[in-house]
Structure formats: C-alpha cells, structure tokens
C-alpha cells in the first residue's frame, strides 16, 4: 500500500482471506489520523476494503514536513489511488476531508477511474470560501481553544505537551490549506451525498444542500446529531455505510465472500 494511504485492517472471522470487491477511500478531518476511522471498519463488511488517508506530518509520516496547499495533498493521493487494484469506489471525506474528496474525485475522473459516489461530510460546499479571521493564524491558545469547542482536543492530548506540539503542527497546515482553498471554474459528474449534524458548531447545515450545485449526477443530503465528529459514532457510521454500499454494485453478482 503507498505511503498516502493505509488499508484499516478487515476483521477475521475465518483464516481465509476474502478477496474485497469494493473500497471506501476515508479522507479524515484536519489532523486527523488513519484511526480516526477505525469505527468505519468495525461497520462495513469484510469484503469492502477500508484504505484512509495519511499525510505527511502524521503516523507513520511524522518525520516529514506538513503540506499547506490543497493541490499538492490531492496530487499525492491520486497517485496513490492510481496504484491500487481497480474497484468500485466511494469517497467519503469529513471536514477537511471533503475538500480533498472533492479534489480527488475529479482527478479520479481524469484518469478514467472515477468513484460511484462522493461522500461530503461537515464541510460547508466551495461556493461559501472561508473567510478572515482564519484559525491557521490564530496562536497555539487560540486554536486549542477552538478545537476544544468542537471537540477535537481529548483531555489526555491537553496533559501531553509534546504530544500537542506534533498534533498542532499537522492541523495547523491542514488549516491552511483548508483556508487558502478556492472554489474551482468546474464540478465533478459523480453523485454526492452531502452529510452533517444539526447540531455542528462549525458548519451552517442551512448551506449543506449546496453541495448540489457541485456536481452534474444525482445528489443527496442526509442530516444527523452528533457535533463536528459525528461521523465517527457507531450508530451514525452504520447507518451511513448502507447508503454508501447502495451506490456499489450488487455484492453478490460482484462475488461477495469469495476468498483469495
């Protein structure tokens, strides 16, 4: 597997291997870690292969320098998915994330390998820009303080100063990023579901629907509780996983549980 993505582990139930006749590719939020989506495997199904974003400034990619631009972040994942078996896909990107599923679907269809669907979650759609004053710029107490808001501190990473270091500095530049990205002159023809909480205290779920205009497919928006992160409860990840596999083809004519 490149070094841009990391195949989150499939349960065993058996000693034989099953042959994944599908991939959910999961670009987390800003800062985020591959086992941000740990939840994600425990829900989808063995032969659905679960492949998750790393980049650089994290993991087992800590030595290197984070990006601070859009496009470079989505060049090296495309890339990376060029070099993976064909399958049919879904992109399903949270927060920060779904800037770069949106940026890497359409360079997806470039290549002639584009997903069946793209899953937008807690991120307002490119027509609404982020505007001044940016968090990126913001001190160390400023952005601790924002991300305790929105729950993505834990108490323990707040006891653990070197631990804070290292996690700044790859959500900071993913930040930037995020913050410097301009809407782009063209969309993507593939169907996006657009998803958030009511309850989010970053993004305005009014504009969620917006997503719409974003893409030439068809086009959904599903609506749950939950804050910023609610992707990753249990209960939420299951019932959005279905919608997912419903834009897959059919498991069994695809060859569900045939080993390797």
Known sequence: MNHWLLKVGARRRCAAAVRPVARVIGLPHAGGWPSAFQTWRRVLPEHVELVVAQLPGRG?????????????????????VADLE???T????HSFGSVLGYELTKRMEQRGLAPELLAVSARQPPCFPSRAPFAHQGSDDELIAHLVRIGGVSADL?????????ALGAIRADLEALETYDRPPTGTAVPILSLGASDDPVVVAERLHLWSVETTGAFRRRMFTGGHFYLYDTTTAT?????????????????LGQPA
């Open 86 to 88: 064909p399958l049919p």
């Open 90 to 93: 879904v992109v399903l990107g």
């Open 158 to 166: 707040l006891t653990r100063p070197g631990l804070v270091d290292t």
């Open 60 to 80: 087992m990619r800590s030595d290197e320098a984070p990006l601070r631009r859009v496009a470079p972040i989505v060049a090296g994942l495309a890339d990376a």
């Open 239 to 255: 019932t959005i996983a279905a919608e997912l596999l419903a834009a897959l083809p059919d498991p069994v004519t695809a060859g």
